[in-house]
């Protein structure tokens, strides 16, 4: 008995000496073990995402980077990640230094980008002048039509300082259409500069694009003589705008009057048949995606092609048996998806939608998962590498950040449906599932942006999706398709009527759920930038991580973007290029009429109504004190003799004053913005000195 014990009691210190050679409970080896471990972690993904931040972050540099800083930071993030991989080989380093890879290389894409970009720019506001050229475009304005003009020459601008595009706002009746040669006398101004920080910067946008101007027309345009522009490119750009314009103009008369500018947006692309009050319900009740040519459309279109070849060659025996008939279907609904580029215009977001549709059906081609996170990585670095300046846009961080937390989501149900060995259902019950899901991602991924961009969320966009999108999928997306395959024989006038009635049932749904909540009705502040960034790095642990880290990095992230939001200061006082005056009260944002100006108001108060008439003088009661509107000039008086609150002077010039403003100031600055601490202290947004970027030169006083 005592000698068993003693074995035993061997037995388990020699188990006790043994365990250190394991590894187990020796420090040095648990650390070599964690450092050694791969990490829980996409890398495809990690990169892609790097990518855009490095390209975001050269965007919202003050300064331009020089070409040798730019290259030796893309050099050295390459062998520093080459090293972490070869000779250090720990994962954490590596992955370290494949986002400082992926971060020199956004910036270097966006740097080399911008110095591809030549087009001129119209440098101040041009007298009455008289413009040529073909109309590629035409959108609905406020004002009237807006024309853009591929130019031919303006009077008095010399072929090097011509710009290649210009958009011009047409006030009269409108008698000349895309395709056709027109001359227009008018007034031409360079593209407006954000007026708000953190505002969309349409200044940029419009220079990456080629458009070098923008104005109105004196009169109307007339149409000219002239043949096709010489260049194939700009040949075939302008015959693909006149047979858009009639087919969207066809689509329109042919789907009935109520839904026929809907239904000549979702088929051509071309959204100026289209009701402003259409327009502003599908915005209100969070279904403005569907006016975008977008992966919707595009994942529509090709996923109908897909479906219907598919089943098609699955009933011709022959084939069937001996040819994957997947395949030809991908190869089918490829071309079908770039056909439809082509006829929607080519935008920027439509050329996003059609590489990432390129990429799922070609992965059906090579026999990989077509929906996959590394397809989703694949996309997003195509569309950074051709078109880095879209990182800026909402429509691609809104768009990435859907169908990434869309991807996550339905690889976790998919993995924990394998855990658990249960189904989710099958036929309604899936279907409504799979909706109330992908609504429900979808919206509450895309919040954060549309509130930063735009000011707002749609209150009931949840509910407005779930009743709007079955009827999308089920009636009008196989009625457009059934009337691009009746077309050849005559028969497409019924379907589009049908298809048109089905469009005026998503109106409805629209009409009746526009319903928002608006910043500037002060149900809800602003979004700062900081907020934004942790918001996003919530959706891209969402994305990247996995296990236990994603919850963890996503919750932490998620509680630091709410307190960032909450912390936020928002701006007591903005003057915007417009002239109007925007004024934070008790009762939230006041719209007040001041001076004429000849610019834009920020897009997050793009909704607000003009609620004061401050032309003749006011006082506003603000939150943060008195603020007063003056008509004349500031004259003698300094700072000090200027009294409480902020004043703002419509004329004159006045020594530089933290709590004053004057119009010439405004104009010069491009609009400003002002906010008292809680010291009393009033900061401006910009100050009066410029750093010019390629496409933002300094203003001229």
Same mark, same amino acid.
């Given at each position: ?448 942006? =549309? /509130? ?5 969320? +749609?209150?009931?966009?949840?509910? %407005?999706? !779930? *009743? #709007? @999108?079955? &009827? ?50 002060? =149900? /809800? ?5 900081? +907020?934004?960034?942790?918001?996003? %790095?919530? !959706? *891209? #642990? @969402?994305? &990247? ?157």
């Amino acid at each position: 008995m005592d000698q068993s014990l003693q074995e035993t009691r061997g037995d388990r210190a020699l188990h006790e000496h043994a365990r250190p050679r394991d590894g187990k409970g020796d420090p040095a080896a648990q650390a070599r073990r964690w450092l050694t471990a791969d990490l829980p972690v996409n890398e495809a993904v990690l990169f892609a995402l790097a990518l855009a931040v490095g390209s975001a972050w050269y965007f919202s540099l003050r300064v331009e980077p020089s070409w040798t800083l730019v290259a030796g930071g893309a050099v050295a993030g390459l062998l520093a990640w080459r090293l972490a991989r070869l000779i250090w080989l720990l994962p954490w380093l590596a992955t370290l230094a494949l986002i400082g890879f992926g971060l020199s290389g956004g910036v270097s894409l966006a740097k080399l980008r911008t110095a591809m970009i030549d087009s001129p720019v119209i440098a101040a506001e041009t007298e009455p002048v008289l413009v040529e050229g073909w109309v590629v475009s035409i959108d609905r304005g406020s004002s009237g039509p807006r024309l853009t003009l591929d130019v031919q020459a303006i009077a008095g601008f010399s072929p090097e300082q011509t710009p290649r595009l210009v958009r011009m706002t047409h006030m009269t009746s409108l008698e000349v259409s895309p395709g056709r040669f027109v001359r227009c006398y008018g007034v031409l101004r360079p593209p407006p500069a954000p007026s708000m920080g953190a505002d969309y910067d349409f200044q940029r946008t419009a220079w990456f694009r080629g458009l070098g101007g923008v104005g109105y027309v004196m009169g109307r345009c007339r149409g000219g003589v002239l043949g096709a522009p010489a260049g194939i490119e700009r040949g075939a750009r302008v015959e693909l705008a006149s047979l858009r314009r009639q087919f969207a103009a066809y689509v329109n008369e042919a789907a009935g009057p109520r839904a026929g500018g809907f239904a000549a947006a979702l088929m051509s692309g071309d959204r100026s048949f289209m009701a402003p009050e259409d327009a502003e319900a599908l915005r209100g009740a969070g279904l403005a995606h569907l006016l975008a040519i977008s992966g919707l459309h595009l994942g529509i279109v090709g996923g109908l092609v897909y479906w219907i070849v598919l089943r098609g060659l699955a009933l011709i025996e022959p084939v069937a048996v001996r040819i994957p008939v997947q395949k030809p279907a991908a190869m089918a609904a490829l071309v079908a998806t770039a056909s439809y580029l082509v006829i929607s215009g080519a935008s920027v977001s439509t050329q996003r939608a059609f590489i990432m549709a390129a990429i799922f059906f070609g992965a059906i081609l090579f026999d990989r998962a077509a929906l996959s996170l590394r397809s989703f990585a694949l996309a997003m670095i195509a569309v950074v590498a051709l078109h880095p300046e879209s990182v800026m846009t909402p429509g691609f961080q809104m768009s990435f950040a859907a169908t990434g937390a869309l991807i996550a989501t339905y690889e976790a149900w998919s993995a924990r449906r394998r855990e658990t060995q249960t189904g989710a259902g099958r036929g309604f019950s899936l279907a409504v599932k799979s909706l109330v899901v992908t609504s429900f991602v979808g919206g509450v991924s895309t919040a954060p942006f =549309a /509130l930063f961009h735009f000011g707002r969320v +749609a209150g009931l966009g949840l509910v %407005a999706n !779930l *009743a #709007a @999108m079955p &009827v999308i999928s089920l009636a009008s997306a196989p009625l457009a398709a059934a009337a691009l395959i009746a077309a050849p024989f005559g028969l497409e006038g019924p379907v589009l009527r049908a298809f048109g009635f089905s469009l005026e049932i998503v109106l409805a749904i629209a009409h009746a759920l526009d319903e928002d909540v608006k910043v500037t009705g002060g =149900a /809800l502040p602003s979004l700062s930038g900081l +907020a934004l960034a942790a918001f996003t %790095a919530a !959706l *891209a #642990a @969402m994305v &990247v991580l996995r296990g236990a880290a994603r919850a963890f990095a996503m919750g932490l992230f998620t509680v630091l973007g709410g307190f960032a939001w909450m912390a936020g200061a928002e701006p007591d006082v903005h003057w915007a290029p417009s002239g109007d005056v925007f004024v934070r009260t008790d009762d939230g944002y006041v719209r007040a009429g001041f001076v004429e100006g000849d610019g834009l108001g920020p897009m997050r108060f793009v909704d607000l109504e003009e609620s004061r008439d401050c032309s003749a003088g006011c006082v506003i009661a603000g939150v943060s004190g008195r603020v007063s509107l003056h008509t004349g000039a500031p004259g003698e008086q300094s700072c000090g003799d200027l009294g409480d609150g902020i004043h703002l002077f419509a004329g004159g010039d006045t020594p530089y004053c933290p709590a004053s403003l004057t119009w010439q100031e405004a104009q010069r600055l491009g609009g400003q913005t002002l906010r008292v601490t809680r010291s009393g202290d009033v900061r401006r947004d910009r100050e009066p000195d410029c750093v010019p970027r390629p496409w933002s030169p300094c203003r001229v006083p």
